[in-house]
């Protein structure tokens, strides 16, 4: 349809009044507004937590923490971690249950960022329809619903308060009243209080404030009265957060000062990054306008304004470099980056004032972009929440078992939840133990989830005696034998960095013997008269026939950190076949593999973690083999075996000096020194339930019914 200019006049006339309509709207009844947000993303937080009906591990945490403030420390160690957000959530604790207080105080601190965004928002760009776009950002940002899902609720608290920080910094840059400098930096100071990173974070900002600052202004007039605020806003925060010191003098003597540096940082954070912000398009498009709209910010608007935003963006990119959780810092990304696109959006408005057409297709062309990423953050969270959530209704029942029936002073262990990677150790588990059920626990994890070394402590021995019966491993590489136990003997494990991944297991239950008149048993059938001894490097195992030997297995981590495994058949028993499998382990990924020949595998792997390694097999053995790769990944059959058939895994050389010694462990002694009365098992990690289950002469079984959890209770001497 042809539209006359006269018709065209009208029509932008008409939308420009609406334009000027609703800023005037937007500017006279802001609060409302502000508010408004607010409710709807407390509203809609609150029911995506109430439909996904679950949530992840740091809630448990979060409710220990809460208990050491009300007195009931199951722990013993005292309140080590910033209060602030405890406090809270014991507010809500007075009137709601646990569970609902959780989620409604989630819902609250990721809600309450809107108010002093929205305030900060309309300082910087003088009100209009700017603040209500950035609230919106904060209020439903894609990075944002990903941490509510895991639990980082401390820190969006902090950083709540950061931007509340913000709107009284700006005005102290520009020669405010000494109150609000104070303001500034009592803000500042709850920061602290709320989360470790953001004590380590405003440092950042401050050091590198000052230096762009000196670098950029100090020619301008007022420098030094800008340098002046700096430094007495810094010195003043410092002094103001004294009262959170008892909960960061824990900090002096742990992990977090001994391994940040580059060498232990995670060698790919730049995949990291991609993986973070690659939530969708939106997320892309938005990340580069925003980016685009700061140093537009620095070189045409506010100097010091758009240092400020810069300031603050470095501050959360720098950490990703030498710091062991690289991805952490992204979460500070959305504070500076969000209020670039204002800034980005009138700039482009300024350029196309004289283009109605090009004007009002770019406006259309936001709000679009807007609308989309708001949308597909409601539903990230919704997904995300799904993924981390580890409190499921059975886990709940399970956790209600152990308040109920089990002495308050008991220690229960646990390998966590049937996952993959971080989200499947045992410290998922044992938060809520500790936080729901008020008992203290024995966990697996990666060492990088916890701070404290007498943390890490407990957590090295536990992964270690959840990997079986008997362990050998040295600094690099492990392996186990789980008695009486059918799968994963032996099960070969690798050490990245802080956890043993394993990699590749045989299985007694599917390792097939041929003796006599073609007579078929499996190593699990005659594993009742094993006998099993740790000697030096080894650990040998015997299977018998009768009154004969059949087969001695024997197990050792040679002196090059590689692994063998050995099977002495005796021919007296008429052994006329042995059929071994080697399966690959639960969430490891065999990415390819390279027959040379019957004797000689190798293969590229990776772990759950998405570590990647490159080894080999290599079978010693002087008669004849078939190997045939199968969904077990490889079978090897044995036709008329000869004395001995030898394993050799051959590993990458990833290790220190110290790689060559081999320690032993028993997991019953483990259990005894840890003092551990009960076990929770998830049901679907199958070695370690039929461990628990056919060992009667150490666990018990309880009445505890449940499709994913088990419970055993430790029969003590």
Known sequence: MNLSRKEKDAIFSFLKKVEVSLENFVSKHYIVLMVLIF????????????????????????????????????????????????????????????????????????????????????????????????????????????????????????????????????DSLKGATNKKKFLAAFLASLAVGSHYLLAAYLVLFFF????????????????????????????????????????????????????????????????????????????????????????????????????TLASLFISGCLPIFFTLHPAR???????????????????????????????????AGITVLISAYVTCSIYHMYDTISYYGVLSPQVVFALEYL??????????????????????????????????????????????????????????????????????????????ETFPAGLGN????????????????????????????????????????????AEGKSINLTYSLGDSTAIEKSMCILGDSNIEVSFRINQDVNITKIFIPIFKSDFVSIDCWYVNDDKNISLDAATSIGAHVHFSIVLDYDGEVKTEMGKEFVNFNFERPRKTI????????????NSNVVKYFNAYDLIEQLEIDYFMININRRREFEWFSRDRNHFLKTNFNSDDIAIFKVIKP
């Not at 609250?108 to 305030?119: G, H, Q, R």
């Not at 700039?347 to 004289?354: C, H, P, Q």
């Not at 059920?437 to 916890?450: C, E, G, I, P, Q």
């Not at 402590?457 to 079986?468: D, P, R, T």
């Open 646 to 657: 030898r394993f050799k895994f051959i590993l990458p050389k990833l290790v220190s000096a």
């Open 490 to 533: 032996p099960e070969i494990g690798i050490n990245i960095g802080d956890f043993y991944e394993k990699l590749l297991f045989f299985a007694d239950n599917r390792t097939i013997i041929t003796y006599g008149q073609n007579t078929n048993v499996t190593l699990s059938e005659i594993k009742s008269k094993i006998s099993l001894t």
């Open 208 to 307: 590198i404030f000052f230096f762009f600052a000196f670098l950029l202004l100090r020619k301008n007039k007022g420098f030094r009265e800008i340098m002046k605020t700096v430094l007495a806003i810094g010195l003043l925060s410092s002094v103001l957060s004294v009262p959170y010191i008892f909960s960061y003098k824990w900090l002096l003597n742990s992990a977090i000062f001994h391994e940040t540096s580059f060498s232990l940082a995670d060698q790919n954070p730049l995949y990291l990054l991609i993986n973070l912000q690659a939530i969708n398009l939106f997320s892309i498009a938005l990340l580069a306008l925003e980016i685009f709209g700061i140093l537009i910010m620095i070189l045409e608007g506010d100097k010091l304004l758009g240092l």
């Open 39 to 170: 409710l709807i993303s407390f509203f809609v937080k609150f029911l995506v937590f109430d439909l996904s009906n679950i949530l992840g591990a740091d809630y448990g945490a979060y409710l220990k923490w809460a208990d050491v403030l009300r007195g009931l420390d199951v722990v013993g160690k005292g309140l080590r971690y910033p209060p602030l957000y405890p406090i809270l959530l014991n507010a809500f604790l007075i009137c709601l249950d646990e569970i609902t207080a959780l989620k409604a105080c989630a819902a609250f601190v990721y809600s309450i960022i809107v108010i002093p965004y929205f305030l900060l928002a309309k300082k910087m760009f003088g009100g209009g329809i700017f603040p209500v776009i950035v609230s919106l950002l904060i209020a439903f940002n894609a990075q944002y619903s990903e941490m509510i899902a895991w639990g980082g609720n401390a820190n969006i608290l902090g950083l709540a308060f950061l931007t509340a920080f913000l709107i009284f910094w700006t």
């Open 403 to 480: 308040k109920r029936y089990t002495e308050p002073d008991s220690i229960i262990a646990t390998s966590g939840p049937y996952r993959g990677g971080g989200e499947g150790v045992g410290h998922n588990y044992g938060w809520w133990i500790e936080g729901y059920a008020d008992r203290k626990s024995v966990s697996t994890s990666y060492l990088r989830f916890l701070i404290y070394y007498d943390e890490r402590e407990i957590a090295e021995k536990a992964n270690i005696l959840f990997s079986g019966t008997d362990v050998l491993l040295n600094d690099f590489v492990m392996i186990a």
């Open 329 to 363: 810092w992204v979460y500070f990304w959305p504070i500076p980056l969000s209020l670039g696109l204002p800034a980005f959006i009138r700039k482009m408005l300024s350029k196309l004032r004289k283009f109605r057409l090009a004007k009002l297709a770019f406006i």
